[in-house]
Protein backbone atom coordinates (compact mmCIF):
# COMPACT_ATOMS: atom_id res chain seq x y z
CA UNK A 1 0.00 0.00 0.00
CA UNK A 2 2.61 2.75 0.84
CA UNK A 3 4.72 1.31 -2.31
CA UNK A 4 1.59 2.24 -4.31
CA UNK A 5 1.36 5.55 -2.81
CA UNK A 6 5.20 6.48 -3.27
CA UNK A 7 5.00 5.46 -6.77
CA UNK A 8 2.45 7.70 -7.07
CA UNK A 9 4.22 10.60 -5.66
CA UNK A 10 7.22 9.79 -8.08
CA UNK A 11 4.79 10.04 -10.96
CA UNK A 12 3.03 13.22 -10.02
CA UNK A 13 7.19 14.80 -9.33
CA UNK A 14 7.95 13.74 -12.75
CA UNK A 15 4.63 15.41 -14.43
CA UNK A 16 5.38 18.52 -13.00
CA UNK A 17 8.65 18.77 -13.85
CA UNK A 18 7.81 17.83 -17.56
CA UNK A 19 4.94 20.49 -17.56
CA UNK A 20 7.88 22.76 -16.21
CA UNK A 21 10.20 21.90 -18.71
CA UNK A 22 7.62 22.56 -21.44
CA UNK A 23 6.72 25.43 -20.06
CA UNK A 24 10.04 26.38 -19.66
CA UNK A 25 10.89 25.46 -22.99
CA UNK A 26 8.00 27.71 -24.57
CA UNK A 27 8.81 30.74 -22.21
CA UNK A 28 12.45 30.38 -23.67
CA UNK A 29 11.28 30.12 -27.05
CA UNK A 30 9.06 33.31 -27.12
CA UNK A 31 11.63 35.28 -25.41
CA UNK A 32 13.77 34.10 -28.36
CA UNK A 33 11.73 34.81 -31.10
CA UNK A 34 10.86 38.21 -29.06
CA UNK A 35 14.43 39.60 -28.75
CA UNK A 36 15.78 38.72 -31.96
CA UNK A 37 12.54 40.70 -33.58
CA UNK A 38 13.64 43.82 -31.72
CA UNK A 39 16.70 43.64 -32.27
CA UNK A 40 16.01 43.26 -36.26
CA UNK A 41 13.45 46.53 -35.65
CA UNK A 42 16.00 48.64 -34.17
CA UNK A 43 19.07 47.86 -36.76
CA UNK A 44 16.13 48.89 -39.49
CA UNK A 45 16.13 51.88 -37.43
CA UNK A 46 19.52 52.28 -37.56
CA UNK A 47 20.02 51.71 -40.87
CA UNK A 48 17.36 54.11 -41.78
CA UNK A 49 18.97 56.75 -40.03
CA UNK A 50 22.14 56.45 -41.49
CA UNK A 51 20.46 56.03 -45.15
CA UNK A 52 18.79 59.34 -44.44
CA UNK A 53 21.89 61.63 -43.15
CA UNK A 54 24.65 60.14 -45.76
CA UNK A 55 21.33 61.17 -48.27
CA UNK A 56 20.18 64.55 -47.26
CA UNK A 57 23.27 65.72 -45.11
CA UNK A 58 21.34 67.25 -42.31
CA UNK A 59 19.28 65.69 -39.34
CA UNK A 60 16.10 67.94 -40.39
CA UNK A 61 13.57 65.69 -41.38
CA UNK A 62 14.92 62.16 -40.26
CA UNK A 63 12.02 62.39 -37.49
CA UNK A 64 9.68 62.36 -40.11
CA UNK A 65 10.91 59.17 -41.77
CA UNK A 66 11.80 57.03 -38.60
CA UNK A 67 8.75 57.62 -36.47
CA UNK A 68 6.22 55.04 -37.48
CA UNK A 69 8.80 52.24 -37.26
CA UNK A 70 9.96 54.12 -33.85
CA UNK A 71 6.49 53.99 -32.24
CA UNK A 72 6.38 50.78 -33.31
CA UNK A 73 9.13 49.15 -31.37
CA UNK A 74 9.00 51.42 -28.39
CA UNK A 75 5.16 50.85 -27.94
CA UNK A 76 5.63 47.12 -28.35
CA UNK A 77 8.55 46.77 -25.81
CA UNK A 78 5.22 47.02 -23.48
CA UNK A 79 5.27 43.05 -23.61
CA UNK A 80 8.24 43.48 -21.37
CA UNK A 81 6.44 44.64 -18.50
CA UNK A 82 3.98 41.30 -19.39
CA UNK A 83 7.26 39.22 -19.21
CA UNK A 84 8.03 40.13 -15.72
CA UNK A 85 4.47 40.07 -14.51
CA UNK A 86 4.11 36.21 -15.42
CA UNK A 87 7.36 35.72 -14.13
CA UNK A 88 9.40 34.80 -17.75
CA UNK A 89 12.12 37.13 -16.78
CA UNK A 90 13.23 38.25 -13.50
CA UNK A 91 13.09 41.75 -12.66
CA UNK A 92 10.83 44.21 -11.38
CA UNK A 93 7.61 44.65 -13.19
CA UNK A 94 7.85 48.13 -11.70
CA UNK A 95 11.56 49.17 -12.73
CA UNK A 96 10.32 48.05 -16.28
CA UNK A 97 7.21 49.53 -15.95
CA UNK A 98 8.73 52.97 -15.58
CA UNK A 99 11.04 52.52 -17.82
CA UNK A 100 8.86 51.74 -21.12
CA UNK A 101 6.31 53.56 -19.94
CA UNK A 102 8.57 56.91 -19.67
CA UNK A 103 9.88 56.22 -22.76
CA UNK A 104 6.41 55.82 -24.83
CA UNK A 105 5.22 58.90 -23.29
CA UNK A 106 8.06 60.73 -24.50
CA UNK A 107 7.53 59.22 -27.99
CA UNK A 108 3.76 59.41 -28.00
CA UNK A 109 2.80 62.52 -25.88
CA UNK A 110 6.00 64.44 -26.62
CA UNK A 111 7.93 64.23 -29.97
CA UNK A 112 4.85 62.87 -31.87
CA UNK A 113 2.12 65.65 -30.18
CA UNK A 114 4.43 68.75 -31.01
CA UNK A 115 5.54 68.76 -34.28
CA UNK A 116 7.72 71.77 -34.11
CA UNK A 117 10.33 69.99 -31.71
CA UNK A 118 10.88 67.02 -33.97
CA UNK A 119 13.80 68.84 -35.65
CA UNK A 120 15.35 69.65 -32.46
CA UNK A 121 18.93 68.05 -31.96
CA UNK A 122 18.13 66.76 -28.64
CA UNK A 123 15.28 64.31 -30.65
CA UNK A 124 17.96 63.33 -32.30
CA UNK A 125 20.08 62.84 -29.55
CA UNK A 126 17.74 60.65 -27.85
CA UNK A 127 16.51 58.68 -30.71
CA UNK A 128 19.98 58.26 -31.74
CA UNK A 129 21.12 56.75 -27.84
CA UNK A 130 18.25 54.30 -27.99
CA UNK A 131 18.79 52.71 -30.95
CA UNK A 132 22.81 52.12 -30.34
CA UNK A 133 21.55 50.87 -26.29
CA UNK A 134 18.60 48.82 -27.61
CA UNK A 135 20.32 46.68 -30.43
CA UNK A 136 22.87 46.46 -27.93
CA UNK A 137 20.44 45.35 -24.98
CA UNK A 138 18.44 43.17 -27.33
CA UNK A 139 21.61 41.00 -29.33
CA UNK A 140 22.93 40.70 -25.72
CA UNK A 141 19.53 38.75 -24.22
CA UNK A 142 19.27 36.89 -27.78
CA UNK A 143 22.54 35.43 -27.43
CA UNK A 144 22.75 34.58 -24.13
CA UNK A 145 19.05 33.34 -24.55
CA UNK A 146 20.76 31.06 -27.31
CA UNK A 147 23.61 30.25 -25.33
CA UNK A 148 26.44 31.42 -27.59
CA UNK A 149 27.01 35.20 -26.05
CA UNK A 150 29.77 36.80 -27.71
CA UNK A 151 32.14 38.61 -25.19
CA UNK A 152 32.16 41.75 -27.19
CA UNK A 153 28.51 41.95 -26.86
CA UNK A 154 28.98 41.23 -23.18
CA UNK A 155 31.10 43.91 -23.04
CA UNK A 156 29.05 46.06 -25.26
CA UNK A 157 26.35 45.78 -22.65
CA UNK A 158 28.11 46.89 -19.37
CA UNK A 159 30.20 49.17 -20.21
CA UNK A 160 28.23 51.57 -23.21
CA UNK A 161 25.44 52.77 -20.76
CA UNK A 162 28.29 55.03 -18.66
CA UNK A 163 28.30 56.64 -21.69
CA UNK A 164 25.00 56.30 -23.42
CA UNK A 165 22.55 56.72 -20.43
CA UNK A 166 23.71 60.39 -19.53
CA UNK A 167 23.58 61.48 -23.31
CA UNK A 168 20.23 59.66 -23.52
CA UNK A 169 18.76 61.68 -20.31
CA UNK A 170 20.16 64.68 -21.31
CA UNK A 171 18.63 64.02 -24.72
CA UNK A 172 15.37 63.47 -23.27
CA UNK A 173 14.92 66.61 -20.60
CA UNK A 174 16.58 68.90 -23.95
CA UNK A 175 13.33 67.65 -25.52
CA UNK A 176 10.87 68.28 -23.08
CA UNK A 177 12.22 71.87 -22.55
CA UNK A 178 12.04 72.36 -25.86
CA UNK A 179 8.68 71.29 -25.94
CA UNK A 180 7.68 73.74 -22.96
CA UNK A 181 6.77 76.85 -24.95
CA UNK A 182 4.09 75.25 -27.68
CA UNK A 183 2.35 73.23 -24.41
CA UNK A 184 2.01 76.36 -22.32
CA UNK A 185 0.35 78.50 -25.22
CA UNK A 186 -1.18 76.00 -27.17
CA UNK A 187 -2.85 74.41 -23.64
CA UNK A 188 -2.36 70.98 -24.94
CA UNK A 189 -3.46 67.84 -23.08
CA UNK A 190 -4.59 70.56 -20.25
CA UNK A 191 -8.00 70.71 -18.14
CA UNK A 192 -9.13 74.04 -17.21
CA UNK A 193 -11.98 75.13 -14.62
CA UNK A 194 -14.45 75.36 -14.82
CA UNK A 195 -15.67 71.89 -16.63
CA UNK A 196 -18.17 69.79 -15.61
CA UNK A 197 -15.98 67.29 -13.81
CA UNK A 198 -14.92 70.30 -11.64
CA UNK A 199 -10.98 68.88 -12.20
CA UNK A 200 -8.06 70.76 -13.59
CA UNK A 201 -5.04 69.43 -14.77
CA UNK A 202 -2.27 71.80 -16.43
CA UNK A 203 0.21 69.28 -18.78
CA UNK A 204 2.56 72.63 -18.75
CA UNK A 205 3.42 72.09 -14.97
CA UNK A 206 3.41 68.19 -15.56
CA UNK A 207 6.31 67.91 -18.13
CA UNK A 208 7.91 70.14 -15.62
CA UNK A 209 7.55 67.51 -12.63
CA UNK A 210 8.34 64.65 -14.90
CA UNK A 211 11.61 66.57 -15.44
CA UNK A 212 12.39 67.19 -11.61
CA UNK A 213 11.54 63.43 -11.15
CA UNK A 214 14.89 62.33 -13.23
CA UNK A 215 16.63 63.96 -10.19
CA UNK A 216 15.99 60.82 -7.97
CA UNK A 217 15.39 58.52 -10.60
CA UNK A 218 18.48 58.48 -12.83
CA UNK A 219 20.96 58.18 -10.12
CA UNK A 220 19.38 55.18 -8.59
CA UNK A 221 19.08 53.68 -12.07
CA UNK A 222 22.57 54.12 -13.16
CA UNK A 223 24.20 53.17 -10.07
CA UNK A 224 22.57 49.77 -10.40
CA UNK A 225 23.74 49.19 -13.97
CA UNK A 226 27.28 49.99 -12.39
CA UNK A 227 26.31 47.32 -9.30
CA UNK A 228 25.14 45.07 -12.54
CA UNK A 229 28.50 45.79 -14.74
CA UNK A 230 30.60 45.18 -11.61
CA UNK A 231 29.12 41.69 -10.57
CA UNK A 232 28.76 40.60 -13.97
CA UNK A 233 32.04 41.98 -15.60
CA UNK A 234 34.43 41.47 -12.48
CA UNK A 235 32.29 38.38 -10.37
CA UNK A 236 32.04 40.96 -7.75
CA UNK A 237 29.51 39.64 -4.85
CA UNK A 238 26.88 42.91 -4.58
CA UNK A 239 24.63 42.49 -1.42
CA UNK A 240 21.90 44.67 -2.28
CA UNK A 241 19.04 45.71 0.74
CA UNK A 242 15.50 44.76 0.34
CA UNK A 243 13.66 47.44 -0.57
Known amino acids: MASGEEDGTVDEKETNNKKKRTKGAIATAWLAFYNIAMTAGWLVLAVSMIRYYLQRGTHKGLYKTIAKTLKFFQTFALLEVGHCAIGIVRTSVIVTGVQVCSRIFLVWFITNSIR ?28 NLLHHLPYFIKWARYNMFIVMYPLGVIGELLTIHAALPYVRRSGMFSLRLPNKYNVSFDYYYFLI ?7 PLFPQLYFHMLRQRRRVLHGEVIVEKDE
Not at 209 to 215: N, P, R
Request: hydrophobic fraction near 50%; proline fraction near 0%; avoid cysteine.
Open 209 to 215: IVMLSYI
Open 116 to 143: QIQNEESVILFVVVWTITEITRYSFYTF
